[in-house]
T-cell receptor, first 110, second 114 residues
Framework: RKEVEQDPGPFNVPEGATVAFNCTYSNSASQSFFWYRQDCRKEPKLLMS???SGNEDGRFTAQLNRASQYISLLIRDSKLSDSATYLCVVNGGSQGNLIFGKGTKLSVKP | NAGVTQTPKFQVLKTGQSMTLQCAQDMNHNSMYWYRQDPGMGLRLIYY???????DKGEVPNGYNVSRLNKREFSLRLESAAPSQTSVYFC?????????????FGPGTRLLVL
């Protein structure tokens, strides 16, 4: 099992749609979880951390299921500006470093 | 604050040439990192510096060396570039090395090795 796995997409959705991304991780000892956003030809930027109880930031909701080693990101009322690649990130590499998933590409269409 | 800056933005090298990628951060962060990103691959850690004066190998260190020049600066050197090192290189920093870290990335260096 790869350390962090994501559906690569692309997810093509109309404006206003709700879209969900999933991610699984292999290291049961992982303690920190994040979603990063990466625009085309740009650097990754932190979108939100993921907490055990789940957390929300505006239109974005993140959930964590430690038993299933599963993380999700829900985007409601999609905007054109949400088009990007979303990276699932988990700590727990061999040096305690962050492990990045390959990303899920989202394209929001008018 | 400029955050994390990288130079150059683009570079074309011939096989066997050497070059140094520069990275600086003005956030007074202790930890700094070098990653490479290839199509269809996640970001992979090349080297990191948990604190000033220390450096350690990451997942893919072969063919690279690093120098933590001071708290602000962390450089990556390719001694003899190979086509397999064609990639986008990102430098990042975080306040501390630990499980709660948030990393801040520079804009990247696009490197093509012919």
């Amino acid at each position: 099992r790869k350390e962090v796995e994501q559906d690569p997409g692309p997810f093509n959705v109309p404006e206003g749609a709700t879209v969900a991304f999933n991610c699984t991780y292999s290291n049961s000892a992982s303690q920190s979880f994040f979603w990063y956003r990466q625009d085309c030809r740009k650097e990754p930027k932190l979108l939100m951390s993921v907490y055990s109880s789940g957390n929300e930031d505006g239109r974005f909701t993140a959930q964590l299921n430690r038993a299933s080693q599963y993380i999700s990101l829900l985007i409601r009322d999609s905007k054109l500006s949400d088009s990007a690649t979303y990276l699932c990130v988990v700590n727990g590499g061999s040096q305690g470093n962050l492990i990045f998933g390959k990303g899920t590409k989202l394209s929001v269409k008018p | 604050n400029a955050g994390v800056t990288q130079t150059p933005k683009f570079q074309v090298l011939k096989t066997g040439q050497s070059m140094t990628l520069q990275c600086a951060q003005d956030m007074n962060h202790n930890s700094m990192y070098w990653y490479r990103q290839d199509p269809g691959m996640g970001l992979r850690l090349i080297y990191y510096s948990a604190s000033e004066g220390t450096t350690d190998k990451g997942e893919v260190p072969n063919g690279y060396n690093v120098s933590r020049l001071n708290k602000r600066e962390f450089s990556l050197r390719l001694e003899s570039a190979a086509p397999s090192q064609t990639s986008v290189y990102f430098c990042a920093s975080s306040e501390v090395w630990g499980s709660k870290e948030t990393q801040y990335f520079g804009p990247g260096t696009r490197l093509l090795v012919l």
